[in-house]
Antibody, heavy 122, light 108 residues
Framework: EVQLVQSGAEVKKPGESLNISCEGSGYSFTNYWIGWVRQMPGKGLEWMGIIYPGDSDTRYSPSFQGQVTISVDKSINTAYLQWSSLKASDTAIYYC???????????????WGQGTMVTVSS | DIQMTQSPSSLSASVGDRVTITCRASQSIRSYLSWYQQKPGKAPKLLIYAASNLQSGVPSRFSGSGSGTEFTLTISSLQAEDFATYYCQQSYSMHSLTFGGGTKVEIK
């Protein structure tokens, strides 16, 4: 079964760092772009960026460039979303998702992780 | 950035109704448009890609049409399990693969 499994919910304080993960299985992990999508409480979906595990080529939305880091460890089929200094406004559910076709950079997401809830509060 | 505008933002409908949701792009995106369904507490699910292609496993009551700047998602006969929020997404511009704001389909 093709699936993405994300790490569990996190509760952090402002200024702390955080790394959440997304492990892919059941397909050739290095051949499909993986992206991250934010959903703030009660709000819509926001595309954050994507990474190609084969060579770690990464693209960011201008809204998230410099605010987060997307990375991958292809040896363990895992993508990451990282913050160096969290803000209360980072409170949201974060989804990872896989592009529908291998290699294709401009594509919709067909496989989604279950989401990771990140709460940032003092 | 390409802006994606959905309308309406919400609608009320009954089981069996025909429902149409519109998504407009701020510039031409050819047919690089997808539709997703999201139910509360769940991840989004891909319904339609390339404007009119049904994703595998999606019921045939869902259909998509359009090209350029105007697109529609139609549910031919609304079922109880279709009450959800629907999002469009463009995959034309790598600058940002933006989503529309969403359309919540509620029970009348």
């Amino acid at each position: 079964e093709v699936q993405l499994v994300q790490s569990g919910a996190e509760v952090k304080k402002p200024g702390e760092s955080l790394n959440i993960s997304c492990e892919g299985s059941g397909y050739s992990f290095t051949n499909y772009w993986i992206g991250w999508v934010r959903q703030m409480p009660g709000k819509g979906l926001e595309w954050m960026g994507i990474i190609y595990p084969g060579d770690s080529d990464t693209r960011y939305s201008p809204s998230f460039q410099g605010q987060v880091t997307i990375s991958v460890d292809k040896s363990i089929n895992t993508a990451y979303l990282q913050w160096s200094s969290l803000k209360a406004s980072d409170t949201a559910i974060y989804y990872c998702a896989r592009h529908r076709r291998p290699v294709v950079q401009l594509d919709p997401f067909d496989i989604w992780g279950q989401g990771t809830m990140v709460t940032v509060s003092s | 950035d390409i802006q994606m505008t959905q309308s309406p933002s919400s609608l009320s409908a009954s089981v069996g109704d025909r429902v149409t949701i519109t998504c407009r792009a701020s510039q031409s995106i050819r047919s690089y448009l997808s539709w997703y369904q999201q139910k509360p507490g769940k991840a989004p699910k891909l319904l339609i890609y390339a404007a009119s292609n049904l994703q595998s496993g999606v019921p045939s009551r869902f259909s998509g049409s359009g090209s350029g700047t105007e697109f529609t998602l139609t549910i031919s006969s609304l079922q109880a399990e279709d009450f959800a929020t629907y999002y469009c997404q463009q995959s034309y511009s790598m600058h940002s693969l933006t989503f529309g704001g969403g359309t919540k389909v509620e029970i009348k």
